[in-house]
C-alpha cells in the first residue's frame, strides 16, 4: 500500500509538533499527569497537606467514622488516616522509584550488550531468563527477603535482584528489533565503536517501551510495597505505608472500613496515575515518521 | 451505453478521496478508461501515483478506506452502486485480483489445496471430487510441477514465485473474464518475473482473458501490454497502444520516465533526470501536476490542468503543449 | 585501461550460516542445516573503476558486499586492502580500513538512525574519525550537503522529513564524509522511483569522477549496473560464473546463466519481445546447493561433468572470465 503510506508520511510535515502536543493534551494523559505531579507533591512536602501529625494518638478519638474533622476518618489509637495516608506517599513514592530504578539501569545495561554482543553471555542470559520467569515475581521477592530479613532497604536490594531480569529481557528484545535496522549496520560500517552504537544509536530507538513499561512497573511496585508492608516484610509499622496501614485496618474492617479502604484508593488512584501516563508517553517518545 | 460489446470495463470519471485529519486527499482524480475482452492493459505509475487505489477501487476495495464517485461499468452495469454484498457475485467470480506480496495474501494456516477448492465451491457447482481434479487442472495450468502431489502443502512450502502461481491458479478458479493484477512481479527476481509474465500472458491469450495490470516497471508494460495507461498524482497523463506510447511519447512526464531508464544510452553518461519529486498529496498543484517538474511548463500550465484529449489513432494526452514533445524524442 | 595494483582483491571467499536446530530436529536425528551464501568467491578490484555485481535475490551478492565492509567475517579466504590482508591487521588499522571502505544500504527508511539529524549524523563521522577540527566541522557539513545536492537547510532535519532519494544523498554525505576510498552500494538505489533512481545514479558518477572513487555496485538491476559498471560479475549461488567487462558481458554473454539473465530483464521495445520464459526452474536454496556446476538443473547445455564437477573460474579472452566447463564450444556455436 505504497499510495497509503505516501499518504500518511506526507501529512505531518506541515504541521509541526502537531502530534506530539495532541497527545500530551488527551484527557487521559493530563488526569494521570494531574495525579502523579499532586503525588510528588504530597510525597515531598507532606507536612504541607497532612492536617496532623500522622503518629500523634488521640484517645478521644479511637476510629471516628469520616466526618469534617477528619475526612478519612480515625484509626484504633486515634491517629487521623488522611494524615497517614498522606505521609505514606513519602514512602509508596520511593518505593516506586527505588524498586524500578536500580532494576532498570542494570537490565537496561546488561540487555544492550547481550542482543548486540550474543554469543554465550546471550545464552546463558537466556537460560536466567527461563529460570526467573519460571516463578511467580511475588515468591521469588518475598524468598529474597525472607534471607536478608525484612524492611525497605532489603525489598529494594530484593525486588532489584528479580526485576532487573525483565527489564534486561525487554531492552535485548527491543535492541534486537533496532539492530535489523541498516543504520545499526552503517554504524559498523562507519568504524564506530559497539559503546557508540548500542548507547547512542541503538538504545535511544528502543527508550518507548522502556519508558512505557518503567511507568507500569512504578505502578506494580507500589502494589508490591503495599503487598510487602501487609506482609510485614516491607515497611515496619508505625512507619505510615498503605500496605501497612491496610493491615493494621485489617482486624477492624467490620467496624472501621475506612482504615483500609483509603490507603487502598489511594493505591488504585497512583497506579492508575502511573499508567496514563505511561500510556500517553509511549506516543509522545515515539519518533516521529515511524509508525 | 452504446459500445457496451466492445468493452468489457467501463472506468468513468473515478475519483478516490480519502479523507484525513479532517482534509480531503485525492488519490485517484477522475480517470477514465476502457478495458477490452481479452486486452492486457497496463497501469503505469510511480509510487503515489494512485494506480494501485485506482484498481482497488475498482473492484469495491478502496471504499474501506475512502470515497470513490464516478461510475465503473462491468458489461453496462455499474459496480459502484452496488452494495459489498451485491459485489460478491461479481467480485472473485467474473474478476479476480492477485497482489504484490502473494505471502500475506495466502492463508498461512490453510493448505493451497483447501484454498483453491474454497473458492470453487464459492464459484461452480462442482463436487467435492471435480473441486479436486480441477485444483490440480489449475496447479497445473499455472505450472506448478507435481501438482497433485502439491495440494497438501502449506504457503510457506512455496518459493515467492511459486506462491505468486498459486495465487494465480486461485484467481483463475472461477474462470474470471478479468484479472486485476497488482504489481505481481515487483517483489520477484528477474527470471521468475518473466516466467509469471509470459503465463499471464498465454492465459490471457488461452482463455480469452482480459488483465488490467498495475506496474511501476516500464519494461514490464513493453514485454506484456496491449495499451497502456500512464498514471501521475492520480491522474491519467497518457493512453494508448504500448508501441505508440512507448516510442513516441506525448506527454513531457512519460518522455521523462522513459528516458530515466538506462536503455540504449551510452554506458556512465549521465541520464535524463526529472527533477524534483511527485507532489503529495496534500500538496497537489493547481494546474497540472507535473508542471513544477517540466522543463516545457508556461503559466498556462500552471493555472490550468490539461484535460486527457485524444489526438487520433487511439492515443489521448493530458498535455498543453503535446505536438512539440515529438521532435524532441525524434533528436 | 593500463594495469594497475588492484585495491581490492578477494580469494576464494567462503561463507556459510549454519541454521538454528530446532528441538525437533534434533529428535528427529536431522542434519544441521547450513546456508552456503558464499562459495569461494575469488574477484579484484581496481582503483577507479566501478565494478558491478548482478545476481537474483539469495545468491550472496549482498553477503559478499557486507563481508567487504567487515559487517561479516568470512569463514575461509582472504580479503586483501592495498595488497595487505584485512583479517591481519590491527584494531587501528582496521578502524583505517572501514573510514576507507563505505557501505551504503538499500532501505532509505531504515539505514538512518530517526533521532538524529543529519548534522547530527554528520558531526559524529567527522568527529570520531577526527576528518576536521571541531571549528571546521560546520563548514565541512555545509560542504558535505552541497556535494550531494542537498539544501543547506537540510542539515537541522529529522530523517522522516526527507522523500527515499534525499535519504539516500544523506546516506551519501555521510559515506562520504570520512573521505573513503572505495564505496560499497548495496542495491542503492533498488527501493526509489525511477525518475529518482537516476538522479541518484547520475550523483554516483559524478562524484566518482570527482572524488576518484572505487565504487562495488551491488544490483539486482542489470540495466543499472550495465550502465554504471567498467566490469561486471554474475553471482549464482555464492560463486561468480562470470566477470568481464561491462558492454561485453552485456553484448555477448557467455556464461548460460548471464545469457538468461539478461533475455529476462524486461526490454523497453515493444517490438523485442520473447514469447518464452528465459530460463524453467527456480534458484535452488543456498541451503543445499547442488553439486557440480551449481546452475546445471536449469541448465540448457548441462552435460554429465557438469554434474560431477564444480566449473573453474577461467579466462577466455583478455576481456573476462566464465565459470562454465562449455565456455568454448558454446561461444563457436
Redesign the interface.
Known amino acids: 500500500m505504497t499510495q497509503l503510506d505516501t499518504l500518511q508520511?506526507s501529512t505531518?510535515?506541515k504541521k509541526k509538533l502537531h502530534p506530539r502536543v495532541k497527545a500530551l493534551l488527551r484527557p487521559g494523559f493530563l488526569l494521570g499527569f494531574f495525579i502523579l505531579s499532586s503525588s510528588i507533591l504530597l510525597a515531598v512536602f507532606p507536612w504541607a497537606f497532612a492536617p496532623y501529625d500522622p503518629n500523634a494518638f488521640d484517645f478521644n478519638a479511637i476510629q471516628k467514622s469520616p466526618s469534617w474533622a477528619h475526612p478519612f476518618g480515625t484509626d484504633n489509637l486515634g491517629r487521623d488516616t488522611l494524615s497517614r495516608v498522606i505521609w505514606a506517599y513519602q514512602v509508596d513514592m520511593q518505593i516506586a522509584f527505588f524498586a524500578t530504578f536500580f532494576a532498570m539501569v542494570i537490565g537496561v545495561v546488561v540487555g544492550s550488550l547481550v542482543a548486540y554482543h550474543g554469543g554465550i553471555a546471550d545464552v546463558l542470559f537466556g537460560r536466567l531468563v527461563d529460570v526467573t520467569i519460571t516463578f511467580p515475581f511475588l515468591v521469588l521477592v518475598i524468598a529474597v527477603v525472607a534471607v536478608l530479613g525484612p524492611g525497605l532497604t532489603n525489598m529494594y536490594v530484593a525486588v532489584t535482584l528479580v526485576q532487573w531480569v525483565y527489564y534486561a529481557r525487554l531492552t535485548r528484545a527491543e535492541i534486537m528489533t533496532q539492530m535489523?535496522?541498516?543504520?545499526a549496520?552503517?554504524g559498523?560500517?562507519?568504524?564506530?565503536s559497539s559503546t557508540?552504537i548500542i548507547f547512542?544509536?541503538l538504545l535511544?530507538?528502543a527508550t518507548t517501551p522502556l519508558i512505557t513499561y518503567w511507568m507500569t512497573d512504578m505502578a506494580l511496585a507500589i502494589l508490591l510495597g503495599s503487598s510487602l508492608g501487609y506482609l510485614g516484610l516491607g515497611a515496619q509499622p508505625p512507619q505510615a505505608e498503605w500496605g501497612v496501614l491496610i493491615a493494621e485496618g485489617r482486624n477492624f474492617i467490620t467496624t472501621a472500613w475506612w482504615m483500609s479502604l483509603m490507603p487502598g484508593i489511594a493505591i488504585v488512584v497512583t497506579g492508575l496515575g502511573f499508567s496514563l501516563v505511561g500510556d500517553s508517553l509511549a506516543d509522545v517518545l515515539r519518533?516521529?515518521?515511524?509508525s | 451505453m452504446t459500445n457496451q460489446n466492445e468493452s468489457l470495463l467501463q472506468v468513468r470519471d473515478l475519483t478516490t478521496t480519502f479523507h484525513s485529519k479532517g482534509r480531503a486527499l485525492r488519490a485517484v482524480d477522475g480517470i477514465s478508461f476502457d478495458v477490452r475482452a481479452g486486452e492486457v492493459l497496463g497501469l503505469v505509475g510511480?509510487?503515489g501515483s494512485g494506480k494501485s487505489i485506482s484498481l482497488r477501487s475498482i473492484i469495491g476495495l478502496a471504499r474501506d478506506y475512502g470515497t470513490v464517485e464516478g461510475n465503473v461499468y462491468w458489461k453496462g452495469e455499474d459496480l459502484l452502486t452496488r452494495t459489498d454484498k451485491q459485489l460478491q457475485c461479481v467480485r472473485g467470480s467474473q474478476i479476480s485480483m492477485i497482489f504484490q506480496e502473494p505471502m500475506t495474501s495466502l492463508n498461512p494456516l490453510l493448505t493451497i489445496g483447501l484454498q483453491i477448492e474454497e473458492n470453487l465451491k464459492a464459484h461452480t457447482d462442482l463436487d467435492r471430487r471435480a473441486r479436486k481434479a480441477r485444483a490440480i487442472e489449475l496447479l497445473d495450468t499455472v505450472g506448478i510441477p507435481s501438482a497433485s502431489s502439491r495440494l497438501k502443502d502449506f504457503p510457506h512450502q512455496f518459493?515467492g514465485?511459486?506462491r505468486q502461481r498459486v495465487m494465480i491458479a486461485i484467481a483463475l478458479a472461477s474462470n474470471p473474464e478479468l484479472l486485476l493484477a497488482d504489481e505481481p512481479t515487483t517483489a520477484l527476481?528477474?527470471?521468475?518475473?518473466?516466467?509469471i509474465?509470459?503465463l499471464l500472458l498465454s492465459l490471457a491469450k488461452n482463455l480469452n482473458m482480459a488483465i488490467v495490470l498495475v506496474t511501476?516497471?516500464?519494461?514490464?508494460v513493453?514485454?506484456t501490454c496491449d495499451r497502456v495507461a500512464v498514471m501521475y498524482a492520480g491522474r491519467l497523463v497518457e493512453t494508448g497502444s504500448?508501441?505508440d506510447v512507448?516510442?513516441r511519447p506525448r506527454h513531457p512526464y512519460t518522455l521523462?520516465?522513459?528516458k530515466?531508464?538506462?536503455?540504449?544510452?551510452p554506458?556512465?553518461t549521465?541520464?535524463?533526470?526529472?527533477?524534483g519529486?511527485?507532489p503529495a498529496l496534500d500538496a497537489l498543484p493547481k494546474g497540472c501536476a507535473f508542471a513544477p517538474r517540466c522543463h516545457k511548463a508556461e503559466d498556462v500550465c500552471l493555472g490550468s490542468k490539461p484535460p486527457l484529449s485524444v489526438l487520433g489513432d487511439g492515443i489521448s494526452s493530458a498535455c498543453h503543449f503535446t505536438v512539440d514533445i515529438r521532435e524532441e524524442v525524434l533528436a | 585501461m593500463t594495469y594497475e595494483a588492484p585495491v581490492l582483491e578477494v580469494e576464494d571467499l567462503h561463507l556459510h550460516f549454519p541454521l538454528k536446530r530446532t528441538l525437533f530436529d534434533a529428535i528427529q536425528r536431522k542434519e544441521k542445516r547450513i546456508v552456503k551464501a558464499l562459495n569461494g568467491v575469488s574477484l579484484e578490484v581496481k582503483r577507479g573503476e566501478?565494478l558491478g555485481i548482478v545476481g537474483?535475490?539469495g545468491c550472496g551478492k549482498s553477503t559478499l558486499a557486507?563481508c567487504l565492509?567487515?559487517?561479516y567475517e568470512a569463514d575461509k579466504g582472504t580479503i586483501r586492502y592495498d595488497g595487505q590482508e584485512v583479517a591481519a591487521k590491527d584494531a587501528g588499522a582496521?578502524?583505517e580500513y572501514?573510514?576507507k571502505?563505505?557501505?551504503m544500504?538499500?532501505?532509505p527508511y531504515?539505514?538512518?538512525?530517526?533521532?538524529?539529524t543529519v548534522r547530527q549524523v554528520l558531526t559524529?563521522?567527522l568527529r570520531?574519525?577526527n576528518m576536521r577540527p571541531p571549528e571546521q566541522i560546520n563548514d565541512r557539513i555545509a560542504e558535505l550537503l552541497d556535494l550531494v545536492r542537498l539544501p543547506q537547510d537540510a542539515a537541522d532535519k529529522?530523517?522522516?522529513?526527507f522523500?527515499g532519494?534525499q535519504r539516500q544523498r544523506i546516506?551519501i554525505a555521510?559515506a562520504l564524509s570520512?573521505e573513503p576510498e572505495v564505496l560499497v552500494a548495496d542495491e542503492l538505489v533498488s527501493a526509489l522511483?525511477?525518475?529518482?533512481?537516476?538522479?541518484v545514479?547520475?550523483l554516483l558518477?559524478?562524484l566518482q569522477d570527482k572524488l576518484d572513487l572505487t565504487i562495488l555496485f551491488v544490483a539486482?538491476d542489470?540495466?543499472?549496473v550495465?550502465?554504471?559498471?567498467?566490469r561486471v560479475a554474475v553471482i549464482y549461488l555464492g560463486t561468480i560464473v562470470e566477470i568481464g567487462d561491462?558492454?561485453q558481458l552485456f553484448n555477448a554473454p557467455k556464461h548460460p546463466y548471464s545469457k538468461?539473465?539478461l533475455?529476462?530483464?524486461?526490454?523497453?521495445?515493444?517490438?523485442k519481445?520473447?514469447?518464452?520464459?528465459?530460463?524453467?526452474g527456480?534458484?535452488p536454496s543456498p541451503l543445499n546447493v547442488p553439486k557440480g556446476c551449481a546452475f546445471h538443473a536449469r541448465c540448457p547445455h548441462a552435460s554429465g561433468r557438469c554434474q560431477s564437477e564444480t566449473p573453474r573460474l577461467r579466462a577466455l579472452d583478455e576481456l573476462g572470465n566464465v565459470a562454465c566447463h562449455h565456455a568454448e564450444a558454446l561461444l563457436s556455436a
Open positions: 508520511a505531518p510535515q535489523t535496522s541498516d543504520y549496520s552503517a559498523r560500517v562507519m568504524g564506530y557508540r547512542r544509536h535511544p530507538n519518533p516521529r515518521g515511524a | 510511480e509510487s518459493s514465485g511459486m527476481d528477474v527470471t521468475i518475473q518473466d516466467q509474465l509470459q511501476h516497471d516500464l519494461g514490464v513493453a514485454q504500448v508501441r512507448l516510442k521523462g520516465l522513459l530515466s531508464v538506462p536503455e540504449n544510452i554506458p556512465r549521465p541520464l535524463y533526470s526529472v527533477p519529486t511527485p | 566501478t537474483e535475490s557486507r565492509a567487515r559487517l582496521l578502524r572501514n573510514r571502505v563505505q557501505m544500504f538499500q532501505d531504515s539505514s538512518l538512525n530517526p533521532r538524529m559524529e563521522a570520531v574519525h529529522l530523517p522522516h522529513e522523500s532519494g546516506a555521510r570520512v522511483d525511477v525518475s529518482v533512481q537516476a538522479q545514479v547520475n558518477l559524478e539486482h542489470l540495466r543499472l550495465r550502465h554504471v559498471s567498467h561491462s558492454e538468461a539473465l533475455a529476462a530483464a524486461p526490454s523497453l521495445d515493444p517490438d519481445r520473447h514469447t518464452r520464459p528465459s530460463i524453467s527456480e534458484l
